[in-house]
């Protein structure tokens, strides 16, 4: 074959190839993102008897070399603001931070409402009635969905005394703690007729405030099941046919951290 025509079949083949490539692309979606975290500061809430968050400057300003530098350092416990609870927290061997794939973090997202049940109590625990009343109007919960709870509890945020209950710290203020949950009854009920793979509240976290023994992270987490705390905007959310992506620091060994989470509307 002459060089002139292998070099015409090449760029013959090359074309064909692009257009190929550009029919089979897909492209993202149009569609709404909602930010559900909070951004971290020295007003964030945490458990009263947690480090709360600190940053400190290490630099800030204009070098010798006459352009602007800034860097910091933070500090702060794993469970505070936005966060998720790995499984780890409360079930022995199961998954850490690191551990929980990519998949298990990404998926449809349904939300409960049950706002008005909080403002008849405060200390209200979210029961397989609230569950059932939710696909009794919107279809059963699909298999793989991120399951989110609105109880409204994030108008308070971040009035520590409102949000938390009070604002005092140490472990005598674990028992003035004041917020929604998740019952265990609920718990018991998702792990064994449901199959989702994340569970997240707008609250300090998914047991209520009240609780001594944390059976709802306990039944949950026994499953591999982790849990997304202090959720912001879930107002901004319809029942369902949203996407979320929650994304923690990848702490190796970790039983929690910070969380960057949110939920994409198509239109």
């Excluded at 257009?19 to 007003?43: A, F, H, R, V």
């Excluded at 699909?142 to 108008?155: A, F, M, V």
């Excluded at 998702?190 to 039944?219: C, Q, W």
């Amino acid at each position: 074959m002459k060089k002139i025509d292998t070099l015409i079949l090449w760029t013959v083949l090359l074309t064909f190839f692009m257009i190929s490539c550009n029919q089979n692309t897909k492209t993202w979606p149009s569609g709404e993102w909602i930010d559900l975290s909070y951004s971290y500061d020295k007003m964030t809430p945490f458990w009263p008897t947690a480090e709360g968050f600190r940053l400190d400057t290490v630099f800030e300003g204009m070098t010798e070399g006459d352009y602007y530098y800034s860097a910091f350092s933070f500090q702060m416990a794993e469970h505070g603001g936005t966060h998720i609870d790995a499984p780890v927290h409360f079930a022995e061997g199961k998954n850490t931070v690191d551990q929980i794939t990519l998949d298990q973090l990404t998926g449809p997202g349904v939300l409960i409402d049950v706002r008005d049940k909080v403002s008849d109590y405060i200390d209200y625990q979210i029961g397989v009635e609230d569950i059932e009343n939710w696909e009794r109007d919107n279809g059963i919960i699909p298999k793989g969905s991120i399951l989110l709870l609105r109880t409204g509890w994030g108008q308070f945020w971040p009035d520590k005394s409102r949000y938390l209950g009070t604002d005092r710290t140490g472990p005598s203020a674990v028992a003035l703690l004041h917020f929604p949950g998740v019952s265990s009854e609920a718990a018991q009920w998702l792990v064994e007729n449901r199959d989702i793979k994340a569970v997240g509240i707008d609250t300090p976290s998914i047991d209520y405030g009240r609780s001594g023994d944390f059976m709802a992270h306990r039944i949950l987490m026994e499953q591999n099941i982790p849990a997304f705390e202090n959720l912001a905007q879930l107002e901004k959310l319809p029942l369902k046919d949203f996407y979320i992506f929650a994304f923690p620091m990848k702490i190796k060994g970790g039983s929690g951290g910070p969380l960057r989470i949110a939920a994409f509307l198509t239109k």
